[in-house]
Nanobody
């Protein structure tokens, strides 16, 4: 089993920045994983935001966050980070960290393992 613990999130004004962290643990966890974030706004489906291959650092960004969000990893700490800049009210959602025990493929991220979710609220 793999456990994902998220931190970060909160309330910010439009145009501001936030950083999310997701720390992974578990006996089977290793660098041959893909990790990332989904988000879900009230009344909407969960959608993939970003993904990263822990081994070679390849990344995926949904079109609606390209140029504003950056995902990075620290394999020594089993942690990935999501830097969110130029936030918009439409970015308001619960953000869920996810991990899959496989390298980058299609679909980018299925969500075999999930974090508890963290609320991001962007006021206008």
């Amino acid at each position: 089993q793999v456990q994902l613990v998220e931190s970060g999130g909160g309330l910010v004004q439009a145009g501001g920045s936030l950083r999310l962290s997701c720390a992974a643990s578990g006996r089977t966890f290793n660098v041959y994983y893909t990790m990332g974030w989904f988000r879900q706004a009230p009344g909407q489906d969960r959608e993939l935001v970003v993904g990263i291959d822990l081994f070679d650092g390849r990344t995926f960004y949904a079109d609606f966050v390209k140029g504003r969000f950056t995902i990075s990893r620290d394999n020594a700490k089993n942690t990935v980070y999501l830097q969110m800049n130029s936030l918009k009210p439409e970015d308001t959602a619960i953000y869920y960290c996810a991990a899959d025990p496989r390298r980058f493929t299609s679909p980018i991220l299925r969500g075999d393992y999930w974090g508890q979710g963290t609320q991001v609220t962007v006021s206008s």
